[in-house]
């Protein structure tokens, strides 16, 4: 990961998730690693939002509760003494929202809950159409939580290789060549060739190319997550499983 | 699930979303950029719905008998496996023939067994048997088709597997020969390649061909010609002897097939059959940390065990197993909470200190063991000071270290694990418990010696000593303060020694239910209805209970009102429906054969509006609102329910009659159930038998979502409620007494020993019963009033301590008037007349003592009814309240 900067806001000399846990005592420490943190929740604010959703809260409440979960946990340094060697982000995560909804359904149902903080920008997002095609596809709340974690990893990773891509104009080729990031390339290359303008062997390049670049920034944005390089490994198979999974 | 087959991916089966990936199978993506750069791919290949290799001399399909032969799925000791179908019927089914050079006599007799043998088994991880017959002279029996092949096929594609899965596998395969064995069978032939894999991932046991009623233990294994039936490299060394064999031979096999889905070998090898049992009978197999490195230390005991050579060392039974299995499964480990930790840390503080303590008060006395080494100040004049605490030391970095619990942990499901998952072993369990110990020792000396110089020891000592004591007790509550669920509630000394305090996983048990009437078995002459003899008619014309004859199994017959059975419903292999084994067709009507299952209508449990348990009543929630949510899927869902629909099983298991049972007569409630509010009112009618009282507050909230008919998919209940299975769902009376007793009884020792101390150093001895009952109070008086100031937070030491919570008759939890209201029919009682006694102590003592001990003596009494009725004391009959889990 060092020795290719990987540009945009990824960019991180170590993953968030051991920086949140290793900062240092000193204030610009601890600031990073808190913009490291609230980083990484607006990232994944979606599988646990779908997440509450799913326990049978309605999209103004779960918006409410997801909202103000976040905003708690960031206010409270609940991450701070985060045991990164232990757990996962991902786990940790979905841990710590079942806890949270255990004890909020004590506090009086009725009250405001911290509706005045606003960390996800609702506006700008659609978390209600994400959720109807995502419902269909999960059997339980957890196994939906960890789906929808899956495909926000790997659509994220996706989209700045498309934007990388944008950004020396090869949207085009981005366009005509991700279908070989399957593993399986099922259109013949010399078609290809022929559309891009491009010789055979260019392409050849091309999708080599892509392979690689598709594959550290999907492995940079799982290594936020995870402590380290065999964790890694062993987060992508259990995602992997999570996405096969009927 | 709503997804057709054009969102799948083509290659793996997974499903694509419509956004969010670029349309791209993202299976595919993530498996992709596992491959190491420019090298070969990671082989993560667990395509789901894989096909089943087809090979063999014939040419398929052909039709045999009633059935269509699809393909050969396999050849095994006895005969051979072909994937069919049966005419009739639509069904897949798998096919097993006896192989025509087998046949004898004897083998038809042992191969028609199986058939009645595993037929006596209906577990969703074994595979089920539809009939047996006999085709062109050849017996067959036709069964369950798994569908995705064995776990021999999935080693062979993939290797080694992966430890949890591994275990997963292993659990799987535990649970259906435990229903095996309660069915009163052996299996004897457990290996990978008898473990057949369902297309939805789960294990199921099949092949019963070497199968043995336990009644008929001594059956032996080889037959009479020499010839060895089944795999010596997965046969216990007494079944390759020839020994009596019982449940343990098959644990021995469980275990031998663990230890080759963690490796891709056997545990024994050889050139030839009668080396490998040779070797099987007196060699030890290799330990499996030196064949693979990733197994845990606790993993290899387990199979070490399981493979042991006399059977008295393994495992007695599945639940032992299954128990020390379960933590090494894909369930993550579920930190322990400072509450729960906290009172099992006392339990095991008492009894590691207190003991002690007490027992060298009583020999040694206070001047030896407290005063020597305050006021001579030697290494030698603390002996039995540092005797008290190697006692304590030695319990915890024993019991810790090696079975990662002492008896408090134990008793509280908790286990101290390092961060691989292993037990902590003697040096960092000392080190766990030296660091709480040394961080109160070395202050609280330091400063007993300080405010104690050379002076007499009198009453102002002993104040300060008890002060110190137990201002210094709070020392290491210190270092728990950075203990969050998200670092596993790691205090200091865990974080020092790299380990953490986990909630042992256990399996959840399910209530078992007493039948009224056992199913009978017609072996007498009797009317036939098609192939099964007509036991009772339950109502005459419409439900007939019978057996089959054949494979000895009972059966119930319903008349068909409407057409035909749907194909999906005749197919219906899941565990919350009857499986329907034919179609029997009379000159008068049309009958529909389903299996017969022990057990009990619903609606006779809640009979004259009886209500059950919530620790019952979730299980069948949950099977409900699974198959509810199943059967939605695949339109099998009768269009009305009603109470009268549930069947509950011997195994107390709910299971969805498709007609209402008749033998009762309730006016229940038809429930359409076509869309998803009707299947929540259902559900909701199913929950509303709930003893409320005794609702956990975890449940509550859910079953209000349901009975507002909040949840969007039923499956998502159905995971919410499996979850509730691992909660505690009750106020056992252990908990109860706990609660009441424990923080009284610590403080009253505490107090107690600290003036006992005092006293006897000043030689003040007169009246011991005075000064037991003066300490009694003082503590109950203490109580009283950490319990009024505890009102503030709604709840008491005790009731957080063991998660328990004072609900009013709705449900809810308390409010503070009412709280308070309880508080006082408690404490009033006890508090306002001992006032009145300690007036009377100064006059006459006597007469004031035995009062003490009456008043001291009812408020027991009714701490005792609160244990033995632990939901509801007679103070909360009183108060209105009831006590219930959190």
Known sequence: ?246 | MNTSEKDKCKRCGAVIPEKSTEKLCPACLMSGALAPPGGEADTISMAPGESLSIYGPLEFPCEFGGYRLLGLLGRGGMGTVYEAEQLATGRRVALKMLAQQLDSPDLRQRFLREGRLAAGVNHPNSLYIFGSEEIEGLPVITMEIAGSGTLKDKLKKRGPLPVTEAVDAVLDVISGLEAAFAAGVLHRDIKPSNCFISPDGSVKVGDFGLSVSTLAKTDTFITAHGKILGTPAYASPEQLRGDTLDVRADIYSVGATLFTLLTDRAPFEGDNAMQVVANAVNQKPKPLTELRQDVPFGLERVVARCLAKEPDRRYADYTALRNALLSFSSKEPEPASMNIRGSAGWIDFLIAFLIPYVALMLFIGAEKLIAWPLYERTLYSTRYYIALWSFGFLYFSITEGIWGAGLGKYLKGLRVVRTNGRPPGFGRALIRILIPILSIEVIRNPLNMVLMSDADWTWIQTVTYVATANACAWIPVLFTLRARRENGFATLWDLFTGTRVIIKPRGTVRPSIEPPVKLEIATEAADFLGPYRIIKEIVPGKWIAATDPVLRRPVWLLRRKSPELSLARRNLARHGRLRWLQKVETPEATWDAFEAIEGIPFSSLTEGGKHLPWSNLRHWLHDLASELWAATGDKTLPAELSLDHVWITAQGRAVLLDEPWPDVQTDAERIPVGDLAGQQRFLSTIAACAESAGLPLHARGVLQNLADAKFEKLSFLAGILGGFLEKSAEVSRGIRAGSIFMVPLYLWTVAFVGFFQGELVQQWKDSPGSFIMITIMLVLGAIALFQLLGLVFRSTIGHSIFRLVVVNAEGRPANRAMLLRRWAIVWLPLMLPMLFVALLIKRVEGIAFICALVLLGLWISAAVYAVIHPNRGLHDRLAGTWVVRR
């Open chain 1, 1 to 246: 990961m060092r020795d290719t900067p990987v540009p945009g806001p990824r960019q991180f000399a170590t993953t968030h998730w051991s920086l949140v846990g290793a900062a240092k005592p000193d204030e610009a420490s601890q600031t990073h690693a808190r913009e490291a943190l609230e980083e990484l929740c607006r990232a994944y604010w979606y599988p646990l939002y779908a997440f509450v959703r799913s326990r049978g809260y309605s999209a103004v409440d779960a918006q409410d509760l997801t909202q103000t979960f976040f905003a708690r946990f960031i206010e409270t340094d609940g991450f701070a003494s985060a045991d990164r060697k232990r757990s996962r982000f991902r786990s940790y995560l979905l841990g710590a929202m079942k806890h949270f909804l255990a004890n909020e359904w004590h506090r009086a149902q009725t009250q405001k809950r911290g509706g005045q903080v606003q960390f996800i920008e609702w506006d700008a997002l659609d978390p209600e159409a994400r959720y109807a095609e995502a419902s269909k596809q999960s059997d339980n709340p957890e196994h939906l939580f960890d789906r929808e974690w899956a495909l926000q990893t790997i659509s994220g990773a996706l989209q700045a290789l498309r934007d990388e891509m944008a950004k020396t104009g090869k949207s085009e080729q981005f366009d005509a060549l991700k279908g070989s990031l399957t593993g399986e390339d099922e259109s013949p290359r010399e078609e290809i060739a022929a559309r891009l303008d491009m010789s055979e062997g260019a392409v050849k390049v091309a999708v080599h190319w892509l392979r690689q670049r598709y594959r550290k920034l999907l492995r940079a944005a799982i290594a936020q997550t995870v402590s380290n390089e065999a964790d890694l490994n062993d987060e992508m198979r259990y995602l992997v499983a999570v996405l096969r999974r009927r």
